[in-house]
């Protein structure tokens, strides 16, 4: 029973460890971020690795997500005899929530997961601590692009993946179950608000690709220095990113949309 | 090892990829392009009852859409819902006496509020007719009180259709004399 | 033993006392690195030799006793101050620890590109001559990845001494090489250490190299100094310690055996079951 007690401690005191570490990390990377301004290519280099390389898997999940929404809602609306509002169905899922979320559980997997092992291996070969005795600050030199360049990518990718499955949603909607063109845009546009919808949207990309970097970035940095240890952060990452984006979106469509 | 420029150019499409996208939701998927919400007049009409009219629910005149509502407020005095809406600077020929309703678009759809003209619009319309037969340039017909303004309050106006009590009225016409407990509930 | 030396040690460590999760590291260590020697710090595995290295280069804090670079305090330098004085020491990390997302060409120019403000010509010029130093000037395309595991030290060498530092620290270099790139790199930091006026420090376990360039070595055992001296004063010290490491005895101050209870109590408790659940 005391053993119980003393381990969920230690436990919580871990927790609680990691948290002010992340935190920590988080202030040094947002006041080292001046640094980057005359140095922009840096930021390029890991948008084209974080942003440009997710594009595909983001463009093919994109489309087939759309697909299904079209298939999916056309089915459930024509019962309805009010298939005419797939294109509201579709276009509001994605640009609330499938865009957002999906986009930022994709890129914990495919960017984020990367981001880990690429830092947490710098530091097992020891590329960081050489960096410090170059004299180079690694939160500067390599953690606080790739944070930018995943706050920079989210919102894009998202905003992709969302225009991408509207597509995919008009091609089977209009294109295979012959739903009318023009009732399927018209609807779409009357409903989906540009503030309250993809506003809101943009918004949530912003906070998911805050967090998905900021942890990616933390779980490298903080990861054991052994093949093991970076196997098990990059694994971290990829967990913590998904609960955090999932919780986070309840809390954020709590706030935007729970009037 | 990709040399810097090709990745730069593949971040600028990456880039451009996400912009684009992000104007094709502004413009094609929502309605940035129908109308500026901010450039407008406010108007107000006061309805018996205004239940399912939310904020932002389109006002429409001969079912197109020509504002928005921004406000719904409870005016304890008249113990009225207070609908306060905003319409396109366009269409600032209104007549001033207009009517108000909320209809539903459809059978389940959204409530939105209609705006039918009244008598002005004719006066106004013979006035040009008249200037036109008369050879004159048409005078503009916004003069005194006969359009609405920024400000204007609707008089005529029909609160939203609750179906409970529709029913319940529908039910006591039916049962009348059979009976009145039945038709109560 | 380097008393008529009456210039001022590069750097000076008095008192260092270190612990790492409650385990003493260092325990009231005393250390002289002299200007434009070779000074060898050995001893046997896990007496924190690396760590010594990284207390002199101010990435760990000591708990007691002070490390001065210069007369100046190391262990409370201010992080932006500890940046400069880094920029006057050279670090060759055990596996060379090059960035692998560039190549031996933009690794060795790296450090003038963060901290100088030299055309590219320059750097240029200067980047070649480093590699040239250390026989690589024809392997400057080449990524990290396609380097033996001997060329990426002597890359990251390189790059340790783009910068023109007073002194390089030398983390374990002969550890997994083969007869000629150990040759290599024993001829390389003599020679580097000659020709460009530095001061070396070495941390190694490899007797005979760490002995054939060395001007100075001190032998840590237990957290202390335990031998100290030139080789051939060390070989011919009756230091049991000295003697052991030396000659690689299995058994001597250094025991074979970890600290355990009674081989034949042991033995006799039995009780795999227990074993196990513990």
Redo the contacts between chains.
Sequence with gaps: MLDLLQNLGRRGLGVFERLGRASLLLVQILSGLHTLLPRPRLVIQQVFSVGVLSLVIIVVSGTFVGMVLGLQGYNTLVDFGAEESLGVVVALSLVRELGPVVTALLFAGRAGSALTAEIGLMKATEQLSALEMMAVDPVRRVLAPRFIAGFISMPLLAAIFSAVGVLGGYFVGVGLLGVDEGAYWSQMQDKVDLYDDVYNGVIKSLAFGWVATWIAVFEGHDAVPTSEGVSRATTRTVVYTSLAVLGLDFVLTALMFGD | ??S?RT??I??G???A??????F???M???????LNEEDGFTIEARFEDASGLKV?SPVTMAGVRIGRVVAIEFDKQSLQAVVRMRIDRRYDTLPADSSASIYTAGL?GEKYVGLEPGAGADECEEAALEAELEGRAPEPCEGGTRVLRDGSRIKITQGSLVLEKLIARFVSQFLEGGGKKEAAQ | MQQQDNDEPLVTIRDLTFRRDGRVIFDGVDLDIRRGRVTAIMGPSGTGKTTLLRLVGGQLRPERGSIRFEGEEITRAGRGRLYELRKRMGMLFQNGALLTDMNVYDNVAFPLREHTDLPEAMIRDLVLMKLEAVGLRGARRLMPSQLSGGMARRVALARAIALDPDMILYDEPFTGQDPISMGVLVRLIRTLNESLGLTSVLVSHDIAEAASISDYIYLLAGGRVVAQGTADELYESDSQWAQQFLKGLPDGPVPFHYPAPDYAGDLLAGGEGREAAA
């Design positions: 090892m990709m810097t990745t730069e593949w971040v499409v990456f880039v990829a996400g912009l684009a996208a992000l094709m939701l502004a094609k998927v929502s309605n940035l392009s129908a932002r389940l």
